[in-house]
């Protein structure tokens, strides 16, 4: 399957009235959604658009976003997926970078944000529902899909880098098409029966993979949510017979945290699946008995399209692990070197398989320093077991070392999570004129729950070496988040004045 637009076809064609994506009271059927895309291939060929030409997608999660994903593809081009809360200065910077022709951009979004584009040289097409299904009415559906080869490019995916610009990964149609096969197939078992909860964005990797596309070769249906929100996902649940849901951890807090004090009908829901960051383990364990369903965690990378390791269904399945590797995907642990750390030891995934990016967009050097003999560097540290499951330990960026000992964030998190007050905890190193850095945590507490500073440090200490536990803590409203939910720890700030002893 070259073009990654035929699956959308092929599954138009055999269940052209099954309902592909909906969102509130409006939605679309296959057939709909791919004479939808089929017209956009023709507004594009109009406006002289070429095979590998590249356009930006920056729209919430709404149908019309699949619309202009699969139009594009169709004709050929390159989706430049965009978060619709970026600001001027990142859009000229994404659309410079890549090259964008055109720019797809929600009628809401700023129209200084919009000029960006044009001043950058992409033509501006604005979609308002509504408006957006006359205008693209007008052009005849490009009916052809175009030929592709399985390495072309499909997806340019920015990154978002802990400093500098983001780079672009160069996703191709087999990377794209194959990993989200293996979604719907092995690890999740999709069929037309099956409704996905979309509230992870489209515009990242997990969602566009694992719910988009991966629904879309399933031939499942799509309920989406333009914005998550606890209270109305399982609204949505209850009242659409949602089976799956696909969400990072902080959604599953949310989720835990509504259901326990005004609970739904949940009962269609037959598995979850969580990524993005490491699940902490209490969550999971009250998430399932609350729930009565099962949460599968795996593990991945915008440049591994994105599903590496995933704890497989029918399969031992173990808390706080990734998993192991998916089909046709390798994992080891290296160290700073590339030479394989030993058995029981921390050491850096490096990934290989037909997950893997072809590279940086325009960035040579960056690529060849993301690989080593043909293995992708992830920058994630974890260690394995005697049964081949892996355990993430922390990001390599983040490691604190205290005074020439080295601290995981994370293993200092799942304690804090252990506490009954703690809703969401983030560790990070703070400098520190002796010991190089000290250990912060920032808190965010359950409602109606109380800890003091003092009381969440002696939580730690009582249960970890005495190098590990945070000597400064503080209580925050909430933590910063990425765009799907995952804490931002390079985001979390010290108060001057915190816990310390």
Known sequence: MPNLALALSETAAMYPSHPAIRLEKSGLSYAELDRASARVAGLLRSRG??????????????????????????????????????KEREVDYYVQDSGARFLFAWHEVPAATTDAAGTAGAGLIEVAPGEFERLIATFDAELDIASRAAEDT????????????????????????????????????????????????????FGQTCCLNAAVQARSTITLMSRFD????????????????????????????????????????????????????????????????????????????????????????????????????????????????????????AIRGHNVM?????????????????????????????????????????????????????????VLYEHPAVLEAAVIGLPHESLGEEIGAAVALREGQSASPEELQQFVKARLAAYKYPRKVWLVDSLPQGPTGKIMRRLVVAPEETSAK
């Open 230 to 349: 606890a209270s109305g996902a399982l609204d949505i649940i209850a009242s659409e017979g949602v089976s799956v849901f696909e969400g990072v951890p902080t959604m599953y807090s949310a989720l835990l945290e509504q259901q326990t004090r005004h609970p739904r009908q949940t009962g269609s829901l037959r598995v979850c699946i969580s990524g993005g960051a490491a699940l902490p383990v209490e969550t999971l364990h009250r998430f399932e008995e609350t729930f009565n369903c099962a949460i599968l965690e795996g593990y991945g990378l915008s440049e591994t399209s994105p599903v590496a390791s995933f704890n497989h269904p029918g399969r031992r399945r173990k808390a706080g692990s990734i998993g192991t590797p998916i089909t046709g995907v390798d994992l080891r642990l290296i160290d700073n070197e590339g030479r394989d750390v030993p058995a029981g030891e921390p050491g850096e995934i």
């Open 49 to 86: 658009f070429q095979p590998g030409d590249r356009v930006g997608v920056m729209l919430p999660n709404v149908p019309q976003f699949a619309v202009a994903y699969y139009g594009v593809l169709r004709a050929g081009g390159v989706v430049v997926p965009m978060n619709p809360l970026l």
């Open 358 to 414: 072809k590279g940086y967009w325009h960035k040579t050097d960056e690529t060849a320093a993301a690989f080593v003999d043909g293995w992708f560097r992830t920058g994630d540290i974890a260690k394995v077991d005697e049964d081949g499951y892996y355990y993430i330990v922390d990001r390599k960026k983040d490691l604190i070392i205290r005074g020439g000992f080295n601290v995981y964030p994370r293993e200092v998190e799942e």
């Open 154 to 205: 499909a997806v340019i995916l920015y990154t978002s880098g802990t400093t500098g610009h983001p780079k672009g990964a160069e996703l191709t149609h087999f990377n794209l098409s194959r990993n989200a096969q293996v979604t719907a197939t092995t690890l999740l078992g999709l069929d037309t029966a099956d409704v996905i909860l979309g509230c992870l964005p489209f515009f990242h990797a």
